[in-house]
């Protein structure tokens, strides 16, 4: 096991055969392989070569989720700049039979002059992917290097792979206070199992439990989440059609998007402080 790096991604893997592939592009990890199979979804029509953000895998939204409509972030475009922007190899971190790690490191000297422009904080983000036999661990850590302090979002952006949305159902946010994004209306969820059976796109605030991804009743993916209160659940449905860059047309059908972040409140980080969150996808 261990790393392979070539001038645009890195792959890390084990001896058991599972492995873990990441652009330097967004530090999008665009492919994670257990017993041969694909656990996430990436549209076959998905730009990987920097023109635009990666469509699957897992984008890293940051600092702004979704637009905003004021403050220091809204000149931004949507879900921030850390998608679409090089990130730097810092290296492997530690390996072993059953472990593999790699970080990588985005600063204000990554982003273009018009990026740095527009978010003029000096800031320092180290982002850690760990691969074990059952899980793929994703770690960020935000430093603030300036004298001002900074609002911010954070989310992971994951699209899983499914082998049919019609028999996905989504555990643990029963309770839990959601915006709806496609009524723009809000509710509370009275699902124990969250099925999917058209276009959702909501922000479930504070849940408490861990998600839990099921196919036909067995579980799929555990989501464990370290200081990311937050879980967003987004499928396009048939408006995946109207995608210049998701492919096939009913890909919709084997994703769901289920989405660890820091996104329905402001997150303030003073000068000299860290603020460190992670995911993990546990099969
Ligand atoms: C989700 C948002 O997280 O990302 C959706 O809740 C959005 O509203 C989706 O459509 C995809 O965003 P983008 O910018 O990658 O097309």
Not at 110 to 137: D, H
Not at 192 to 210: F, G, H, P, Q, W
């Amino acid at each position: 096991g261990g790393m392979s790096v070539e001038s645009d991604n890195v792959t890390l893997s084990l001896p058991s055969g599972e492995s873990v592939k990441v652009l330097l592009y967004g530090a999008t990890v665009i492919s994670w392989i257990v017993d041969g199979q694909e656990k996430l979804f990436l549209s076959e029509k998905a730009k990987l070569d920097g023109t635009k953000p990666v469509r699957g895998g897992i984008p890293l939204v940051f600092p702004v989720f979704g637009k905003a409509t004021e403050g220091p972030t809204a000149v931004l475009t949507q879900h921030g700049f850390a998608r679409i922007c090089k990130w730097e190899l810092l290296g492997k971190t530690s390996e072993s039979e059953r472990s593999v790690q790699v970080d990588f490191g985005l600063g204000p000297e990554n982003l273009t002059a018009g990026l740095q422009k527009q978010w003029p904080y000096p800031f320092g983000l180290i982002y850690s992917v760990t691969l074990t036999r059952t899980s793929l661990e994703t770690k960020i850590l935000v430093r603030n290097e300036g004298s001002e302090t900074f609002d911010f979002n954070w989310l992971f952006h994951t699209y899983l792979r499914v082998p049919d949305i019609s028999t996905v159902g989504v555990e643990g946010l029963k309770g839990v206070q959601y915006k709806d994004k496609v009524t723009a209306s809000e509710a509370t969820e009275e699902n124990a199992e969250l099925a999917i059976v058209s276009k959702v796109d909501r922000v479930y605030a504070n849940v408490s439990n861990t998600v839990v991804v099921k196919s036909g009743g067995n579980p799929l993916y555990r989501v464990e989440r370290t200081n990311l209160e937050d879980v967003v659940i987004w499928n396009p449905w048939e408006d995946a059609v109207g995608m210049a860059d998701f492919s096939p047309d009913d890909g919709y059908k084997n994703m769901i998007c289920v989405e660890a972040g820091a996104v329905s409140k402001w997150h303030k980080l003073e000068p000299q402080n860290v603020w460190e969150a992670g995911a993990v996808i546990h099969i």
